[in-house]
């Protein structure tokens, strides 16, 4: 895949600090606008196509919206975001955390790193908002933020009997354990990708139908499909796990990428869900996409105008970043379907 021209994501410098740019995980087109969010905080953003290039940033901090388990200040992990008819919706990665071994760490500091293993309650959340135009508010007429969070309430405390998913919970996600990474809305369908577990080289993605709590508007609960909290689908994606989901006509596009600590490969692949539980050997390939060494990790895919397609990275090499404290993304065409 050769980029059809690449353009630039100016932020403003309280996100530059807190590193947003160079950790971007999610993406969604708003018409002449973007909606991002990165892996270090508990924000979503909004930038507006601007002279060539998405500026005029606005940060919403999710706290102000609904209630985060963990209080406004710890990280949320956000690794998926989707927008639909007048909502935009956040997911957290619902991930265990392995602490990081980083160089110069003495022995004894990186064995008992590489030992400790933390669950943080931001990271296990669903969020919706209302949208008025661009903008999201906690309420706009019978419509209200919500969220799905809590012990026993949250996604993955839902799958605590699930006989595929129930033993990987336990597991830190970069170790092929629980791994949200990617939603999208279509239709009246919501579908969650999963980075991790992949099983016998198969990803797997959930499909669930969020509907506010009648008896607390400001939470979410999960409806049932076929008796269940969620339907699962498993994709052949030849050992890559799920990094981004992203609507396309009747069709998701799925960013794919391995599921532990590596550079790649990295795939682009279409897929038409069925009304029943999928087991689907071969979703249809659509191109390769680049990725550097130790960066240029594609994380977030955002249909433009229906014919092009937006990728973001985490872990951006030097040649992508601007002077203006800007991060550059690649525009690709997307071939017929």
């Known amino acids: 895949m050769h980029a059809e021209r690449q353009i630039e994501l100016r932020f403003h410098v309280t996100s530059r600090e807190a590193r947003t740019h160079t950790n971007l995980s999610a993406v969604r087109s708003d018409g002449l606008g973007l909606w991002l ?58 991930s265990l955390k392995r602490k990081r071994v980083r160089r110069g760490h003495p022995a004894g500091k990186a064995r008992r790193r590489l030992g400790s293993v933390v669950r943080e309650e931001n990271r296990y959340i669903l969020v919706r908002l209302p949208l008025v135009g661009s903008v999201p508010v906690r309420a706009d007429g019978g419509r209200t933020a919500a969220i799905l969070s809590g012990r026993g309430r949250n996604l993955a405390d839902l799958m605590i009997d699930d006989p595929h998913l129930a033993p990987f919970l336990k597991i830190p996600s970069k170790d092929n354990g629980l791994d949200v990474e990617g939603i999208a809305v279509l239709g009246d369908r919501m ?39 969620y339907r699962t689908h498993f994709l052949n994606l030849g050992g890559l796990g799920v990094r981004d989901l992203c609507p396309h006509g009747d069709d998701l596009l799925i960013l794919a990428g391995p599921t532990m600590d590596l550079d790649g490969p990295v795939r ?22 680049p990725h550097g060494e130790g960066d240029d990790h594609a994380e977030g895919i955002a249909v433009l105008d229906g014919e092009r397609l937006l990728v973001v990275y985490d872990s951006p090499s030097d040649t992508r970043l601007t002077p203006e404290g800007g991060v550059l993304a690649d525009i690709v065409s997307l071939p017929l379907a």
């Open 268 to 289: 682009l692949l279409r897929w038409r869900p069925g009304s029943t539980p999928s087991v689907e050997h071969d979703p249809e390939f659509v191109m390769s996409l």
């Open 37 to 94: 969010a990165g892996d270090e905080t508990a924000t979503v953003e909004h930038l507006t196509l601007r002279e060539g290039r998405y500026d005029e940033q606005l940060t919403y901090a999710l706290a102000d919206f609904v209630d985060l388990p963990a209080g406004p200040e710890d990280e949320a992990d956000i690794e998926g975001l989707a927008r639909t008819d007048g909502w935009l919706w956040a997911i957290g990665s619902h």
């Open 191 to 229: 579908f969650v990708g999963l980075r991790g577990p992949v099983l016998r080289g198969w990803a797997v993605l959930l499909e669930i139908r969020p509907e506010t709590d009648p008896r607390r508007p400001d939470r979410l609960l999960l409806a049932p499909i076929d008796g269940e909290p």
